[in-house]
């Protein structure tokens, strides 16, 4: 398969469920490690164990493995996703977890009201296209949170990030390789040189996704949950691994944990 120009980032997603790697909907590939330091983190934070009762809910579960992992914790684990293209392979690839895969929008979700008790939405406000569609999929977490629900909302940028880390590479695929060699090293960049190589010569895609995120700083954020009556308990900065293994904290991107209120 050629090399594809995504024209919006759910197309995006939905062209990277074709591949061979279902990480590839995660948005981290390969970096499974730091999947599971993002969900150990969330786990606490929502108050997910081996006793919780909990309806889970996770909107744009990627790869599913976020909801996978968490669904021995909960009652009931339902994973979203916007694209029929992306649940047909959540379904065959998870087929027999405990976990319910369903095609839906963060801004509409198919969902009732009142239904869950812990809602997570990792990595996705930042992809939405308007503060419209941010109002609207925060209208719709509280919408189906039971009252007293707490609600996860996850790496969220507060600036233009190709500005702050010097990604002017715009669609260049040698730019962008030279930028994974200099932020994250020789070991990162073989990787993304293979992924360029087997997209020339196999049927594996890779797809350039939009640059344009959702930028909001975290006190224009808490305002727009507020509005919304939500409460915010918490922020803090995104953690993930460097190159090292080592956790780091994000320069630019926060996570919130908000709750309806009872």
């Excluded at 120009?5 to 074709?18: C, F, G, N, Q, T």
């Excluded at 081996?50 to 909801?67: E, N, P, Y």
Aim: with cysteine; hydrophobic share 40%; charged share 25%.
């Amino acid at each position: 398969m050629p090399i594809i120009k995504a024209r919006s980032h759910r197309d995006v997603y939905r062209l990277r469920a074709e591949s061979g790697d279902i990480h590839e909907l995660s948005g981290r590939g390969a970096d499974r490690a730091t999947t599971e330091l993002v969900t150990r983190e969330i786990a606490g934070h929502l108050g997910l164990d081996a006793a919780s009762r909990a309806d889970l809910l996770d909107i744009g579960c990627g790869d599913g493995s976020m909801v996978v992992m968490l669904a021995p914790l909960v009652r009931r684990a339902v994973g979203i996703a916007p694209s029929h293209e992306e649940i047909k392979r959540l379904r065959s690839h998870h087929k027999g977890v405990a976990v319910e895969f369903l095609e839906g929008l963060a801004e509409d979700l198919p969902l009732p009201d009142a239904s869950f008790d812990r809602i997570i939405m990792h990595g996705v406000v930042t992809i939405l296209p308007s503060t419209e569609i941010v109002v609207r999929a925060l209208a719709e977490v509280k919408r189906i949170a039971r009252p007293g629900g707490l609600i996860w909302i996850g790496s969220l940028p507060d600036r233009d990030e190709a500005a702050f880390y010097g990604r002017t590479y715009g669609d260049s695929i040698t730019g962008w390789l030279w930028f994974v060699l200099r932020r994250q090293g020789l070991r990162a960049a073989w990787r993304a040189t293979r992924r360029v190589l087997s997209a020339l010569v196999s049927s594996e895609p890779l797809v350039i996704q939009p640059k344009e995120l959702y930028v909001c700083p975290p006190e224009c954020f808490r305002a727009m949950a507020e509005e919304q009556g939500l409460e915010v308990l918490w922020q803090g900065r995104v953690r993930t691994l460097a190159p090292t293994g080592q956790a780091a904290e994000s320069e630019t991107r926060f996570n919130f944990l908000l709750r309806r209120p009872d």
